[in-house]
């Protein structure tokens, strides 16, 4: 039956891959070298070699005891050692009783050092090369000398005894190759157990995120329709009244030619005007509202990934408005004073309007609810007041959305633009925001920058290039 070395490691070093490995080929090695001594302690008994019976079957004894130790919680690199010490030792003796520096047996110590280097790495594999070297100069230094025995086998088998060691030299170099294999085998296939688990890891990590992008671009959609539903009610109020007007100047145009059936038109000329002014101004709101729901499906409907002239201050205003009704439809109590500085003229941008649109809506909402906070500290004297700014600045147009809300500490602000990481409470952020609005911004060939004061105010530049620069580049 077959005996897994893994019995023999404890659950603790199984949890470390380079140490269960290094234990696995210390148990397997222990084990195969058991069998190989035990079989030549037999033939050191076929050929009366009874110093190499003796030497063996105690290594032998050795060697199966070593597996066991690894089991109670003797360290890897410990039983390496023990493992190299015993067959050192069966190797020095049987050498040293089987003629010295002629023995048959002495290549073996020319093992030693790649079985050290398999099982205890570069470093065991030095420290054992230096100790085979060394036993070999000390054998050369004896040779000669009554301190070197006469060899304890028969001559009647000199031959078979050279025969068998160098058998045994071939069986224990195949030995250590095969323990070798095993155990990259062992590896290769640990490493793919890993790698499937990093794969899985990986897709659902990969799912996850795209889930939570999906679930900020929700909150940012939330939170344009929010925005719209306040924003949409001033055109409709106004369209609504104006109709009621226009309905009450025709019934009274009506009662007039009932009156007077040869009314002129030149007596109703002003009622006329009345109805065309209310006219204009449905059109113009109406418009207003068009306008307004082709934003939101134009943001719903995600980025088409075409570019297009882009007019920086219409879409900053529109959605500074989007952002503020947005705010007041969360906390109704909420108000805030907001100052356009727009550039009177400034230069064409080439972006993609829905991108451009998120980037200003998170932008100008995280300056809301910045403010919005501090402003529920009730701090004495304090006024909201987010200030939006176009300017051009060379080839570049910069769009600065600012805030004199709480401003954000030193410490996170290297942090503020990595993905998942939110200054909101737990169920308030996602934490992408500003890392996708930093992503939309590069995107196009521009940078989001942060300056900051804490407690004080916060300020969020965009920078984009012209069209004209743009072209040039290109």
Not at 11 to 33: F, G, I, K, M
Not at 107 to 132: E, H, K, N
Not at 247 to 254: G, H, P
Not at 363 to 381: C, D, I, P, Q, T
Request: hydrophobic share 45%; net charge negative; charged share 20%.
């Amino acid at each position: 039956m077959r005996v897994s070395p893994d019995r023999f490691v404890p659950a603790a070093v199984r949890a470390d891959p380079e140490r269960h490995r290094c234990a696995r080929l210390v148990v397997n090695a222990s084990l195969l070298t058991c069998g190989f001594a035990v079989a030549y302690a037999a033939i050191s008994a076929f050929i009366s070699f009874s110093v190499g019976v003796a030497t063996m079957a105690a290594t032998a004894g050795g060697f199966l005891v070593l597996p066991f130790l690894v089991r109670s919680g003797l360290p890897t690199q410990a039983a390496g050692h023990v493992y190299m010490a015993l067959c050192a030792i069966s190797v020095g003796v049987c050498a040293h009783f089987s003629g010295g520096l002629h023995s048959p047996v002495l290549p073996w110590f020319v093992i030693l050092p790649f079985g050290a280097m398999l099982l205890l790495g570069p470093g065991g594999g030095v420290a054992w090369l230096t100790f085979s070297v060394a036993a070999v100069i000390g054998y050369t230094a004896l040779e000669g000398t009554p301190l070197v025995p006469p060899s304890g086998i028969d001559s009647r088998f000199d031959a078979t005894f050279i025969y068998l060691c160098y058998v045994g030299l071939v069986l224990i170099v195949f030995g250590i190759a095969l323990v070798f294999e095993r155990a990259r085998a062992q590896a290769e296939s640990s490493l793919a157990a890993r790698n499937a688990d990093l794969a899985r890891t990986l897709e659902h990590l990969t799912h996850t995120q795209a889930q939570l992008v999906q679930q900020e671009k929700l909150a940012s959609l939330g939170a344009l329709t929010a925005g719209i539903a306040h924003e949409i009610k001033n055109p409709l109020n106004f369209v609504n009244n104006f109709a009621a007007l226009t309905e009450e100047l025709v019934s009274e145009i009506k009662t007039e030619r009932a009156e007077k059936p040869d009314l002129r038109v030149s007596e109703v000329e002003d009622l006329l005007d009345d109805l065309q002014s209310n006219a204009a101004r449905i059109r113009e709101h109406g418009q207003r509202a068009d306008s307004i729901v082709k934003n939101m499906l134009a943001h719903s409907r995600g980025t088409s990934g075409v570019k297009e002239a882009v007019d920086i201050n219409g879409l900053l205003d529109e959605y500074t408005s989007l952002a503020y009704s947005g705010m007041r439809a969360q906390r109704s109590e909420f108000t805030c004073t907001i100052e356009r500085a727009f550039e009177v003229s400034p230069p064409t941008v080439q972006a993609v309007p829905q991108d451009l649109s998120r980037v200003f809506l998170n932008l100008l909402s995280n300056a809301f609810y910045a403010v919005a906070r501090r402003r529920e500290e009730h701090e004495k004297g304090y006024e909201p007041l987010v200030r939006v700014e176009t300017r051009r600045a060379g080839d570049v147009v910069e769009v600065a959305v600012w805030d004199n809300g709480g401003g954000i500490p030193e410490e996170i602000r290297s942090k503020i633009f990595e993905p998942f990481f939110t200054t909101k409470p737990t169920g308030e952020g996602t934490g992408l925001g500003l890392s996708l609005s930093h992503d939309i911004v590069a995107a196009h060939g521009g940078s989001l920058s942060l300056e900051s004061e804490e407690g004080t105010w916060t300020c969020f530049t965009v920078r984009l290039p012209t069209a004209q620069m743009e072209t040039e580049t290109t």
